[in-house]
């Protein structure tokens, strides 16, 4: 164990303290087709003023246009980056070097390179950034509406609990693996070996909304033990899941501690807690509503924020692969799409039931009004006792 984080310690810093190291002024750099972009490459930490005379050998592509050899002058050698085609993330790096008329390399490269990125037109990359974080805010907002909902009413009255448990564990993984992928240094170098030269897989804004999703879902839970909820209760079944994916995630921080696997792949047991629980968390508050045939309770504005913000995600990533032309996003991360997609098609089943299913509501209970509510009596079916019945009131017709 104490040799693994002394090798980290060392590759993390290699491009520190490393002698003759060439660096890029720019790792990522963004250009539009036919236009030119200056790339210099320095030479820090050198040791002789021979390597002032350094040719650099340049990787080519059919994408970049530039020159494949550059001489450095003053410590510091220019490339300047034509975009011949859209294409996304191309490595130009160098390849090798000669001075003095040596066939061996004096320099350290590895740090020598820059991603760059061809678009076919600016205002399309404004877009982008612009739907971007148009999908960011609504994910954000659309915790808000079902509090508010709760607020109003007093009442927590037909928001299924099983889903809350489940989003609160989804998004404490998710939170989770966000503030490691982003703040730790041991999970980022492991990342940076497994893939060199890639783009950081966490951003701040991703580390904001996991964070923010599962604080609002703590106030949620606990307007649950503050308003009206009459005898809903999470149900077993949701209980023993999460029991399975705590334990899954326990389990593997084990593994890591005890060196069967690394932090990097505990960090990612904790994407798989989420990828599960996407995947079932929506199918109990559709049950639900169908058993109550109403969604009073369940708050719209959640899902169409929801909706819209799964609707802007793709919509960026089409922007972007058309920018680019480069499609891969679709086929090459197949989970997070289809992720994606499950959360917009339930979306647009809780938008049915709303709409259309259960647009008149015949309640057999009263509606809450919030404090001036006077105290009805509350007859519901047990959903968690199928033995036991229940008989009506006289039924109420409600307005969703």
Same mark, same amino acid.
């Given at each position: 164990?104490?040799?693994?984080?002394?090798?980290?310690?060392?590759?993390?810093?290699?491009?520190?303290?490393?002698?003759?190291?060439?660096?890029?002024?720019?790792?990522?750099?963004?250009?539009?087709?036919?236009?030119?972009?200056?790339?210099?490459?320095?030479?820090?930490?050198?040791?002789?003023?021979?390597?002032?005379?350094?040719?650099?050998?340049?990787?080519?592509?059919?994408?970049?246009?530039?020159?494949?050899?550059?001489?450095?002058?003053?410590?510091?050698?220019?490339?300047?980056?034509?975009?011949?085609?859209?294409?996304?993330?191309?490595?130009?790096?160098?390849?090798?070097?000669?001075?003095?008329?040596?066939?061996?390399?004096?320099?350290?490269?590895?740090?020598?390179?820059?991603?760059?990125?061809?678009?076919?037109?600016?205002?399309?990359? *404004?877009?982008?950034?612009?739907?971007?974080?148009?999908?960011?805010?609504?994910?954000?907002?659309?915790?808000?509406?079902?509090?508010?909902?709760?607020?109003?009413?007093?009442? *927590?009255?037909?928001?299924?609990?099983?889903?809350?448990?489940?989003?609160?564990?989804?998004?404490?993984?998710?939170?989770?693996?966000?503030?490691?992928?982003?703040?730790?240094?041991?999970?980022?170098?492991?990342?940076?070996?497994?893939?060199?030269?890639?783009?950081?897989?966490?951003?701040?804004?991703d580390v904001v909304f996991a964070v923010h999703a599962f604080l609002a879902c703590s106030v949620t839970i606990i307007q649950c033990f503050c308003f009206e909820r009459n005898n809903q209760k999470v149900s077993t079944k949701c209980i023993a899941l999460i029991?399975?994916?705590?334990?899954?995630?326990?389990?593997?921080?084990?593994?890591?501690?005890?060196?069967?696997?690394?932090?990097?792949?505990?960090?990612?047991?904790?994407?798989?807690?989420?990828?599960?629980?996407?995947?079932?968390?929506?199918?109990?508050?559709?049950?639900?509503?169908?058993?109550?045939?109403?969604?009073?309770?369940?708050?719209?504005?959640?899902?169409?924020?929801?909706?819209?913000?799964?609707?802007?995600?793709?919509?960026?990533?089409?922007?972007?692969? *058309?920018?680019?032309?480069?499609?891969?996003?679709?086929?090459?991360?197949?989970?997070?799409?289809?992720?994606?997609?499950?959360?917009?098609?339930?979306?647009?089943?809780?938008?049915?039931?709303?709409?259309?299913?259960?647009?008149?509501?015949?309640?057999?209970?009263?509606?809450?009004?919030?404090?001036?509510?006077?105290?009805?009596?509350?007859?519901?079916?047990?959903?968690?006792?199928?033995?036991?019945?229940?008989?009506?009131?006289?039924?109420?017709?409600?307005?969703?």
């Amino acid at each position: 164990m104490i040799r693994r984080i002394i090798i980290i310690a060392l590759f993390s810093l290699s491009t520190v303290y490393c002698l003759n190291n060439v660096v890029s002024n720019e790792k990522d750099v963004e250009v539009r087709v036919g236009d030119s972009y200056p790339i210099v490459f320095e030479i820090r930490n050198h040791t002789s003023t021979t390597l002032n005379e350094t040719r650099l050998v340049l990787s080519t592509s059919p994408s970049l246009q530039h020159a494949e050899v550059v001489l450095v002058k003053n410590w510091t050698a220019e490339v300047i980056v034509i975009g011949a085609s859209p294409v996304a993330g191309e490595i130009l790096e160098v390849l090798n070097c000669s001075s003095d008329g040596s066939s061996i390399c004096p320099l350290d490269l590895s740090d020598a390179y820059s991603r760059i990125t061809v678009i076919r037109s600016h205002w399309l990359a *404004v877009l982008v950034q612009t739907v971007g974080w148009m999908y960011f805010a609504a994910w954000s907002i659309s915790f808000y509406p079902q509090m508010y909902l709760n607020h109003t009413r007093r009442s *927590v009255v037909g928001l299924n609990f099983d889903f809350l448990a489940l989003n609160l564990v989804g998004f404490g993984a998710y939170s989770i693996f966000n503030l490691l992928m982003y703040f730790n240094s041991h999970v980022k170098s492991f990342y940076n070996m497994e893939n060199p030269r890639s783009p950081p897989p966490v951003l701040l804004n991703d580390v904001v909304f996991a964070v923010h999703a599962f604080l609002a879902c703590s106030v949620t839970i606990i307007q649950c033990f503050c308003f009206e909820r009459n005898n809903q209760k999470v149900s077993t079944k949701c209980i023993a899941l999460i029991v399975v994916l705590i334990v899954f995630g326990f389990f593997s921080g084990i593994a890591s501690l005890i060196n069967k696997i690394t932090i990097l792949d505990f960090v990612r047991s904790l994407s798989y807690i989420k990828m599960a629980v996407t995947c079932c968390k929506y199918f109990p508050q559709a049950y639900f509503n169908y058993i109550n045939k109403s969604t009073v309770g369940w708050s719209i504005g959640n899902i169409l924020l929801d909706f819209a913000g799964g609707s802007m995600d793709i919509f960026q990533m089409v922007l972007q692969a *058309v920018n680019v032309d480069n499609w891969s996003a679709f086929y090459s991360n197949p989970v997070k799409f289809g992720l994606g997609f499950v959360s917009i098609f339930f979306d647009m089943f809780f938008m049915l039931q709303h709409f259309v299913f259960y647009r008149n509501t015949e309640e057999s209970r009263s509606v809450y009004a919030g404090v001036d509510n006077p105290d009805p009596e509350l007859v519901v079916p047990d959903l968690y006792n199928d033995n036991e019945s229940f008989e009506p009131t006289t039924p109420i017709i409600v307005h969703n």
